[in-house]
C-alpha cells in the first residue's frame, strides 16, 4: 500500500469519526486500491453514508484478512513429559469413572471409596488415565483429605496440568518439598509465620527452633511469647527446661501459663520435683491389709510454690482447689505411689478430693500412662483416657461401653475410639447394637462414613438386612453404605 | 442401535441439576421391570410416591416419556435410567420386545411419523395454494422493504451522533430497535442488534465489534436493496442473516446427496434464550463439510449428539447457500461404524484461507470448520508446525482437552470464528494410552 495509508490505520480513522459521529468529523479517505471503488459515490451521498459504506468495506477486509501470529521457538510452551508409570488397568479405569461421574455410594462416602482406589493404585505404581484427571483433580480440590493421595497418581501428565491451572495448585504445594519457611526472615515475619515455621522445624531440629524463639525472646510482646512458647510441645524435652524456667519469671501470666502446661509433660523437670515435695507432705495412709491414702489440702505456698504455679485463683474458683490440681498436674505420677506405697488402683480408688483428681487425669493424659489410665477408667468411663491403651484393650472397652449407650449420638462418638481395623467379631457387635438403637433415624451421615472406613466386610449381609428394613424407596445411608462394603473388595481385586 | 456414549446422555439432560438427578438413580435400586430392545428402553422407578412410575425412552427420536408429574424434559427417571442403560453391566438386559406401556406409546409415535412422512410425500393432507403462498412471499417481502429502510435510517442516525452516544443508550433503546426489526419480519437482524446492546456494554474491544456490526449490518441493507441483481447463493445467504428462514420440506425435496459421513465434531452454545446445537459433518466420498444445526428452548431437550467418529449412512440434504452449507438428514441416518481418525487437515495459514475465501463469497460468514494437521493446544492459543498461532475460543471442556493432549501436537478439528479457534475434537492417535 504505497503512499496511501494502510487498512489498519484507515479502520481506525474510521473509528475516530464514528466515536464522535460523522456530525463532527470528517470521513477518512480509505488507502489507495479501494479509493476509486469506495469514494466513487462519495461525492454523491451523506458522509453517514460514506462511513457505513466505509465501515462495510472495512470489516470484510478486515474479516477476510486475518493472520495467525508468529511464535517463536523460544515462546512455544513446553508439552507434558511422557508419563513414567504404567496406566492403571481397564476394571480399575471403569471403576474410577464410576465413582467420578455416577457413584453408587452417595455423596458421603464417594470421597471414601475415591480414596481406595487412589491407595490401591499408588500401591500397585499405576497412574490414572487422562481422561479422568480433570474430574478427578475437580473432586480433590473440592474434598482436601483427598489430595495427598491424587498426588502419586498424577504423573506427569497430571502434573502438567495443575501447573497450568491456579486451582489445583494445591498439587505442587502438597508434594513434600524441603521449603520449610525462611528462618533469615525470623526478625520480619508475623507470629502466625514464625509460629508454622517453629512448628515444622521442631520436627526436623528442636534446637534450633528453641534457639529462634529464644534470639528474640527478650523483645516479643508478651502475646507473641505465649503463642510461640506453645510450639515447643512439638518435640519438647528436658533440653527446653531452662527456657521454660525462664518463662515461670515471666511478667505474663498468660506466658506463665503455657509453661506450667509443658512442664507438666516433663515428669523429670526440676518443677516437678518441687512438686513431688509438696505433694509428698500432703499424703498419708491408714489400714495395714488394705491401706487407704489420705491426701490433705495444701498449705499457703512460700515464694518458690507460687512461682511454680500455686498462685491466686481465678473469681469463683476455690484458692486450695486451684493449688491442689497444680501440684496434682505436674508432680511425677510415681509421687504417689512411692510415697504411699499403694499401686495406682488403690490411690485412685481412695482419692475423693475432685481437684486432685483433675490434675492426676491431666497428668495421665499429658503423659500418656497406661496404667494410670486403666486405673482412672475403672472408676469410671472417660473417653480422652481410653486412647491411651493398647488396641486390644481399647476395642474391649469400647464394646462393653458400646452396650450401655443408649443414643445414637451417644454411639457414634463411641464407636469412634474403636481403632480401625475393625475385627469381624466386632464389626458383628457393632452392627448388632446399632440395629437396637433405631438406626433410620442415622441421618447423621457422618456416621455412616465412620462405618464405612472400619467394618469387615464379613458384616455386609447384617448391614444389608438392616437397610432393608428401613423404609422408602429412597437410597438411605445405610444402603450406600451396604454398596460401598461391596465395592471396596472389587477396587481392591481391580489391581491385582 | 448401537448403545448410547455416557456423553451423549449427559448431554441430552435439559441442566445439570436434572443431570445430577439422574445420576443419584442411576444404581439398579429404585428400578424393576428394566429393559431394552434396539429401539426402546424401559423400566419402573419407584419414587417418592406409592406407584412406581413408568419410564420409556424411545431411542429413534429420541423421544422420552414418563408418568412423573416433572416438568423437565427429559426428567430424571429418563436419565436415570439411561445411564444405567448406557452402562452396559447387565442393570438393563436385552429383551426381544418392550412390556405394553412402553411399545404401545413407541408403536404410536412411530405411526404419527409415518403418516407425516406421508403427508409430505404425497402432499395430500396440505395441498399447496401456489397463489396464496405468494400472495404471502409478497406480503412479507413489503413488510422487509419497509422495515430494512426504517433500519438503514436507525444506522446513519447511530453513525452521525456518534457510537460513544451509542453505548450510553440503555438496553431498553436497542432492544426497541430489536422489537421493530421482528414486527419487520427481520428476526435474524432483530437478534443481532439486541445482542450488540449487551456486547457495547461487556466488551473492552466494544468499539471495534460495533463498527464490525454496523459494517456487516449496512452490507445487508445494501444488498437487499440491489436483491434483484444477486445470485440465488448470495440471496440465499442474505436471507440467512436476516432471519427469513427456508422452510426444511423445501429443503429435504431440492438438494439431497445420500452416502456416507463422518460427524467430525459438535458444539452447543446458548444464546439468550435459545439452545443451539452445531454438528458438522464430511462426506467420505466428496469431503464437502456441511452443517448440522439443531435449536431447543432455553430448559428445552436438545436431539443427542450425534457420536463424534462414527460414519452415518444417510441422505443429507443441503440448504442453498455458500460453503459452509447447512444440511439436514432427509432420511434417518444409520451408524455404519465408529471410531473413524479425523481426516488429514491443513496448516492455520491455509484455514485462515479457506475462511477467507468463505467470507469472500458471503461476508456474513460466522465460522467455518476446520481440521489442522500437528496442532498444539497451548493456554490460550493454537500452535500449528509452522509457529503460526491464533487464539482459542473458550470451551467448555478445555481443560479436558489439554488433560488428553499434553500439549503435544496432534490433529484437531474445530471452528475458525473471529480469527480464534474453537477445538471440538482431537485426534488421540499420536498421543493416546496405551491401555
Aim: aromatic content about 4%.
Amino acid at each position: 500500500m504505497s503512499g496511501g495509508l494502510g487498512v489498519d490505520a484507515w479502520w481506525n480513522g474510521l473509528g475516530s469519526a464514528a466515536l464522535v459521529g460523522t456530525g463532527r468529523r470528517e470521513v477518512p479517505r480509505p488507502p489507495d486500491p479501494l479509493s476509486d471503488r469506495v469514494v466513487a459515490r462519495a461525492g454523491e451521498t451523506s458522509s453517514e453514508v460514506s462511513l457505513l459504506d466505509a465501515l462495510a468495506v472495512g470489516t470484510a477486509l478486515r474479516r477476510g484478512g486475518r493472520t495467525g501470529r508468529h511464535v517463536p521457538d523460544s515462546e512455544r510452551e513446553a508439552a507434558a513429559e511422557p508419563d513414567r508409570l504404567p496406566l492403571a488397568p481397564a476394571t480399575a479405569r471403569q471403576l474410577l469413572d464410576l465413582l467420578l461421574t455416577q457413584s453408587p455410594v452417595g455423596p458421603r462416602l464417594t470421597p471414601l471409596a475415591l480414596g481406595v482406589w487412589l491407595r490401591e493404585a499408588a500401591r500397585a505404581g499405576v497412574r490414572v488415565h487422562h481422561a479422568s484427571l480433570v474430574p478427578l483433580l475437580t473432586a480433590a480440590t473440592a474434598t482436601p483429605e483427598l489430595r495427598e493421595s491424587v498426588v502419586p497418581v498424577l504423573d506427569n501428565r497430571g502434573s502438567w496440568l495443575c501447573s497450568r491451572n491456579p486451582a489445583w495448585s494445591w498439587v505442587h504445594a502438597v508434594v513434600p518439598d524441603a521449603r520449610a519457611g525462611d528462618t533469615a526472615d525470623w526478625a520480619s515475619s508475623s507470629t502466625e509465620v514464625r509460629s508454622s515455621l517453629l512448628r515444622s522445624l521442631r520436627r526436623t531440629d528442636p534446637a534450633q527452633a528453641r534457639d529462634l524463639l529464644d534470639s528474640s525472646w527478650t523483645t516479643d510482646p508478651a502475646a507473641a511469647r505465649a503463642d510461640l512458647l506453645g510450639t515447643l510441645e512439638t518435640g519438647l524435652s528436658l533440653d527446653d527446661e531452662p527456657l521454660l524456667e525462664r518463662a515461670l519469671d515471666d511478667r505474663a501470666a498468660g506466658v506463665r501459663e503455657v509453661a506450667y502446661g509443658l512442664l507438666d509433660r516433663l515428669p523429670g523437670s526440676a518443677r516437678a520435683a518441687r512438686l513431688a515435695g509438696l505433694l509428698g507432705g500432703l499424703l498419708s495412709t491408714s489400714g495395714v491389709v488394705r491401706k487407704k491414702v489420705h491426701l490433705e489440702l495444701p498449705r499457703e505456698p512460700d515464694a518458690a510454690a507460687v512461682r511454680d504455679g500455686l498462685g491466686k485463683a481465678p473469681k469463683g474458683r476455690s484458692q486450695r482447689g486451684l493449688w491442689m490440681e497444680r501440684i496434682a498436674a505436674g508432680a511425677p505420677l510415681e509421687t504417689w505411689t512411692e510415697v504411699t506405697g499403694v499401686d495406682p488402683v488403690g490411690v485412685v480408688r481412695s482419692l475423693e478430693d475432685r481437684d486432685a483428681l483433675r490434675g492426676l487425669r491431666w497428668a495421665v493424659l499429658v503423659r500418656r500412662d497406661a496404667d494410670w489410665a486403666r486405673a482412672l477408667l475403672d472408676v469410671g468411663w472417660d473417653a480422652a483416657l481410653v486412647g491411651l491403651l493398647p488396641p486390644d484393650d481399647v476395642a474391649r472397652r469400647v464394646l462393653d461401653r458400646l452396650e450401655q449407650v443408649t443414643t445414637l449420638h451417644e454411639y457414634a462418638a463411641t464407636l469412634r475410639l474403636l481403632p480401625p481395623p475393625w475385627s469381624a467379631e466386632a464389626s458383628a457387635r457393632v452392627v448388632k447394637r446399632l440395629a437396637k438403637l433405631d438406626p433410620s433415624a442415622l441421618g447423621t451421615a457422618d456416621l455412616v462414613t465412620v462405618l464405612a472406613l472400619s467394618l469387615h466386610p464379613s458384616a455386609a449381609p447384617a448391614v444389608q438386612r438392616l437397610a432393608a428394613t428401613s423404609e422408602g424407596g429412597r437410597l438411605t445411608p445405610l444402603q450406600h453404605l451396604v454398596q460401598y462394603l461391596s465395592l471396596v473388595p472389587t477396587i481392591t481385586e481391580a489391581f491385582r | 442401535m448401537t448403545r448410547w456414549s455416557l456423553q451423549a446422555v449427559e448431554k441430552a439432560a435439559p441442566d445439570a441439576a436434572s443431570l445430577a438427578a439422574g445420576r443419584r438413580l442411576a444404581t439398579p435400586g429404585p428400578w424393576s421391570e428394566v429393559g431394552s430392545t434396539d429401539s426402546l428402553v424401559w423400566g419402573r422407578c419407584q419414587g417418592s410416591g406409592r406407584t412406581p412410575y413408568q419410564v420409556s425412552i424411545d431411542l429413534t427420536g429420541p423421544a422420552y416419556r414418563c408418568s412423573c408429574p416433572s416438568r423437565k424434559f427429559p426428567c430424571k427417571h429418563a436419565i436415570g435410567l439411561l445411564l444405567l442403560w448406557v452402562r452396559g453391566d447387565g442393570a438393563v438386559a436385552d429383551a426381544a420386545e418392550g412390556p405394553d406401556f412402553a411399545s404401545s406409546w413407541a408403536q404410536t409415535r412411530a405411526q404419527r411419523a409415518a403418516e407425516r412422512a406421508g403427508e409430505r410425500a404425497t402432499g395430500t393432507d396440505k395441498p399447496v395454494d401456489p397463489e396464496a403462498r405468494a400472495r404471502r412471499v409478497e406480503d412479507r417481502i413489503r413488510l422487509m422493504d419497509a422495515g430494512i429502510a426504517e433500519f438503514a435510517l436507525w444506522l446513519t442516525d447511530l453513525v452521525r451522533a456518534g457510537t460513544v452516544q451509542a453505548k450510553r443508550r440503555p438496553l431498553s433503546w436497542w432492544d426497541a430497535a430489536g422489537s421493530r426489526l421482528v414486527d419487520a419480519q427481520l428476526p435474524g437482524l432483530a437478534d443481532r442488534v439486541r445482542d450488540l446492546g449487551s456486547q457495547v456494554n461487556r466488551r473492552d474491544d466494544w468499539a471495534d465489534h460495533l463498527l464490525d456490526q454496523l459494517g456487516l449490518c449496512w452490507t445487508a441493507v445494501k444488498a437487499w436493496e440491489r436483491r434483484a441483481h444477486l445470485d440465488e447463493v448470495t440471496l440465499a445467504d442474505l436471507r440467512v442473516f436476516l432471519g427469513w428462514p427456508t422452510a426444511t420440506d423445501d429443503v429435504r425435496g431440492a438438494d439431497a446427496v445420500e452416502g456416507r459421513w463422518q460427524v467430525l465434531g459438535a458444539h452447543r452454545s446458548l444464546d439468550g434464550r435459545l439452545q443451539q446445537q452445531r454438528t458438522w459433518l464430511r462426506a467420505v466420498d466428496s469431503g464437502e463439510t456441511v452443517l448440522l444445526l439443531d435449536f431447543a428452548p432455553r430448559n428445552g431437550p436438545l436431539p443427542a449428539a450425534r457420536l463424534v467418529g462414527s460414519v452415518l449412512e444417510a441422505t443429507v440434504a443441503r440448504y442453498p447457500g455458500s460453503w459452509p452449507r447447512r444440511a439436514l438428514f432427509a432420511t434417518e441416518p444409520a451408524v455404519v461404524s465408529t471410531g473413524a481418525p479425523l481426516p488429514a487437515g491443513s496448516t492455520i495459514d491455509d484455514a485462515l484461507g479457506s475462511s477467507a475465501s468463505a467470507l469472500a463469497a458471503n461476508p456474513w460468514t460466522p465460522r467455518v470448520p476446520a481440521v489442522l494437521d500437528r496442532a498444539a493446544l497451548a493456554t490460550d492459543e493454537v500452535v500449528d508446525p509452522t509457529g503460526t498461532a491464533i487464539p482459542l475460543l473458550p470451551v467448555e471442556d478445555a481443560w479436558t482437552l489439554a488433560a488428553l493432549t499434553g500439549g503435544r501436537a496432534t490433529t484437531v478439528f474445530g471452528e475458525i470464528e473471529e480469527g480464534g479457534f474453537r477445538p471440538l475434537t482431537i485426534d488421540l492417535d499420536p498421543v493416546g494410552e496405551v491401555g
